[in-house]
């Protein structure tokens, strides 16, 4: 039987605990998950996609079930190339339905071999959005328990750099 390879693909600018969750909730299911990390640099993210890739597979790292990957042009595409049938994408309120309805059928659409799957990660992660991180982050929030530790010192480095270069 072939392996049961999951791709939940995103922008992770940063990575944070919903994200994780979502990755955690995938191992029953799934043999291996690609997190495919979008090098959207258009978007003008805070950190590199090398840099968001680094911070993911360090949160990750000694798994054989999870590995990280950056990925440009079409999902459908990518997932070809690693060999996955299935995305995952998080699930945390009715607005994100629109968007990611729309996203299911056309990625379905472009390859019919692919699912989208949805999770709901956990009750305490579903307002949490990466956007919100930082705005909050830069306002000088507390993101306890909302971010992971590495995650946020990198923040603060980066913060730091902005303000210096101001
Ligand atoms: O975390 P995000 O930013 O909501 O993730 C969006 C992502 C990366 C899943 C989406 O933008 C994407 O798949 N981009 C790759 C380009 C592509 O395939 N576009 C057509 C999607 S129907």
């Known amino acids: ?4 390879i999951a791709v939940y693909p995103g922008s992770f600018d940063p990575i944070h605990h919903g994200h994780l969750d979502i990755i955690a909730r995938c191992r029953p299911l799934f043999d291996r998950v690609v997190v495919a990390v979008l090098g959207n640099e258009e978007k003008a993210p805070m950190f590199t996609v090398a840099e968001r890739v ?3 597979h360090e949160l990750v790292r000694g798994d054989g079930f999870c590995r990280v990957e950056s990925f440009s042009g079409l999902l459908v595409d ?3 190339r690693v060999g996955a049938a299935t995305i995952v994408r998080g699930l945390r309120a009715v607005s994100d339905f629109e968007y990611e309805f729309q996203m299911a059928l056309m990625n379905r659409r472009l ?3 692919v699912e989208t799957v949805f999770m709901m990660p956990k ?3 579903s307002y949490l959005s ?3 991180v930082k705005e909050v982050f830069r306002l000088g929030g507390n993101l306890e328990g909302l971010v992971p530790p590495p995650v946020l010192a990198r923040m603060a480095a980066r913060l730091g750099e ?3 270069t101001r």
């Open 1 to 4: 039987m072939s392996a049961r």
């Open 54 to 56: 680094g911070m993911i």
């Open 78 to 80: 990518f997932m070809d």
């Open 111 to 113: 390859n019919p071999r």
């Open 123 to 125: 009750e305490d992660f």
């Open 130 to 132: 990466s956007r919100l």
């Open 162 to 164: 902005e303000r210096a």
